[in-house]
Nanobody
Framework: QVQLVESGGGLVQAGDSLRLSCVAS????????MGWFRRAPGKEREFVAG????????SYSDSAKGRFIITRDNNKNTAYLRMNSLKPADTAVYYC???????????????WGQGTQVTVSS
């Protein structure tokens, strides 16, 4: 069992940056791939970024590519999402998720956090 807790969300202006953190408790964090997803009001949850257990491979949605960076520190049981050049369209609740295997961009992760709100004003 893995418990995930996100933090770092907030209200920012367009063009600002934020770094989200996802701290995992439980066993074997370093064996799990991690993903970041988001859900905007009235929209489906969508994939934002993913990283393999070793950090050796990352994947991004088209909207995140070039602006967001996903990293992890297995010594701290923490995954991060650095978000640069934020836009109002990035406003959403951001969730981290963990899975032992499978496609990073797929939504069928085994464990999910409670989410952190990111609001970008224009």
């Amino acid at each position: 069992q893995v418990q995930l807790v996100e933090s770092g969300g907030g209200l920012v202006q367009a063009g600002d940056s934020l770094r989200l953190s996802c701290v995992a408790s439980g066993r074997d964090f370093s064996r799990y791939a991690m993903g970041w997803f988001r859900r905007a009001p009235g929209k489906e949850r969508e994939f934002v970024a993913g990283i393999t257990w070793s950090g050796g491979y990352t994947s991004y949605s088209d909207s995140a590519k070039g602006r967001f960076i996903i990293t992890r520190d297995n010594n701290k049981n923490t995954a991060y999402l650095r978000m640069n050049s934020l836009k109002p369209a990035d406003t959403a609740v951001y969730y981290c998720a963990a899975r032992p295997n499978g496609a990073l961009a797929s939504t069928d992760y085994n464990y999910w956090g409670q989410g952190t709100q990111v609001t970008v004003s224009s």
